[in-house]
C-alpha cells in the first residue's frame, strides 16, 4: 500500500481505505460520529462491523471501475478522516471529491491538504477538466475548505437537501483544470 505524506507540519498521510480496514474505520467513526453526521449521512450508513465493511466495498468497486476513490487521513498513524472523489466521470471530465474529520483533527488543514493531493491526481494525472466541492450551507469549515483551494462558489440549490428532518441548502463549489493550474489550489 502507498502513503502520501501531506506536508513537514506534521505526520499526516493519505492513503487508501479498503474493505478490510472496516474495524479501524468503524473506531474512527465511533469516535466522531456526532461531529460527522452534523452535516453529511456517513455514520448512519456505518454504524457497525458489516455496514463499514459494505460501504467501503462500494468505493472499492467505484474505484475498480474507475467512477470514485477513496483515502483516510491518518495523523500519526490513527486513522482520522477521508477524502474521496464520491463521482468521477472520467468520460465527461468532471469529478465531484468531499470529506470528513472528526472532531479531534480538525483546524489543522489536513482537509485541504488532503484535497489538494485528489485535485492535482484529476488534473495531472487523469486529465479531467472539472472538481465540484457540494457543502451544506451552513457547514462553514467545509465551505472555507472550498475557499482555500480556490474554488468559486458556482450557487446555492436552495432547500433542495432533506437531511435529518430539515431543509438544508447545497452550495455547489469548482475549480477548473487551468484555474488550478494557474494558481495551485489558492496557493498563488
Not at 453526521?37 to 467501503?56: C, E, F, M, S
Request: aromatic residues 10%.
Amino acid at each position: 500500500m502507498f502513503a502520501i505524506s501531506l506536508g513537514d507540519e506534521d505526520d499526516a498521510e493519505l492513503r487508501p481505505l479498503e474493505p478490510w480496514q472496516a474495524e479501524e474505520f468503524l473506531a474512527h467513526m465511533d469516535r466522531g460520529r456526532d461531529y460527522i453526521g452534523r452535516y453529511v449521512g456517513l455514520p448512519d450508513v456505518t454504524n457497525d462491523l458489516a455496514a463499514t465493511r459494505k460501504w467501503l466495498q462500494v468505493f472499492a468497486d467505484k474505484a475498480a471501475a474507475d467512477t470514485g476513490r477513496l483515502y483516510g487521513i491518518w495523523l500519526d498513524d490513527r486513522l482520522v478522516g477521508g477524502v474521496m472523489f464520491r463521482v468521477f466521470d472520467s468520460a465527461n471530465g468532471t469529478c465531484e471529491a468531499g470529506c470528513w474529520l472528526e472532531p479531534g483533527a480538525s483546524g489543522r488543514g489536513l482537509v485541504t491538504r488532503a484535497v489538494r493531493v485528489l485535485i492535482d491526481w484529476a488534473f495531472d494525472t487523469r486529465g479531467m477538466h472539472r472538481v465540484e466541492w457540494h457543502v451544506a450551507s451552513e457547514n462553514r469549515p467545509s465551505v472555507n475548505v472550498a475557499k482555500r483551494l480556490g474554488m468559486t462558489c458556482d450557487g446555492v440549490l436552495r432547500g433542495n437537501d432533506l437531511y435529518k428532518g430539515v431543509r438544508q441548502d447545497t452550495e455547489i463549489w469548482s475549480v477548473l483544470a487551468e484555474e488550478w493550474r494557474g494558481g495551485r489550489g489558492g496557493e498563488g
